[in-house]
């Protein structure tokens, strides 16, 4: 089953050299890039460190038509763009237990480079569940399931099973999604 999921590509005006960030990555330009998110081309975008990043709906698209379920991380405000008959997809919102679980899940963290692990401060876990609340609170009617963090091992396989639960069985959507 996880041979069927398949991350979309991001836009990225960031140029990268590695080989394996062309598999993550389309670069481009940062005036293609303005063109494109004029002509509303993005799900998303946004500005990380001077360099623009977003998830155009052509990627999307791409995956689905490849036969593939595409795997987004996406802000809750892209939800209403992805909740069309287009798209039509199964949203699954994983959500902060606590501000002591994610501590710990930071703590238990495996990052391949040490100089991107940061310390955080206990009024940054507080943050990260108090944000989780508010976006449950605010986009909570767009979810399908909701997945408690507590242990990223759990939480993972937690999610594989919403998902060949959702593959397998027959889903309610809006009528406008089938006329």
């Not at 990260?128 to 993972?156: K, L, P």
Request: charged share 25%; glycine share 2%.
């Amino acid at each position: 089953m996880v041979q069927d999921l398949q991350r979309c590509k991001a836009h990225t005006t960031k140029y990268f050299s590695a080989p394996e960030d062309s598999e993550t990555y389309h670069y481009v330009t940062e005036e293609q890039m303005r063109l494109d998110i004029m002509q509303h081309k993005f799900l998303e975008f946004g500005k990380h460190q001077h360099f623009l990043y977003g998830i155009m709906s052509d990627s999307v698209m791409e995956v689905i038509q490849s036969k593939k379920m595409p795997i987004l991380d996406v802000h809750p405000q892209a939800l209403k763009k992805l909740r069309t008959p287009q798209f039509r997809p199964f949203v699954v919102f994983v959500k902060a237990s606590s501000p002591e679980g994610v501590r710990r899940l930071h703590k238990t963290a495996k990052v391949d480079n040490p100089y991107e692990h940061t310390e955080l401060k206990e009024k940054d876990f507080e943050d990260c569940h108090t944000e989780s609340q508010r976006i449950e609170a605010i986009f909570g009617h767009y979810f399908d399931a909701t997945i408690v963090n507590e242990n990223i091992d759990v939480a993972y396989e937690e999610l594989l099973t919403v998902i060949r639960v959702f593959s397998s069985r027959k889903q309610w959507v809006p009528t406008n999604w089938v006329i």
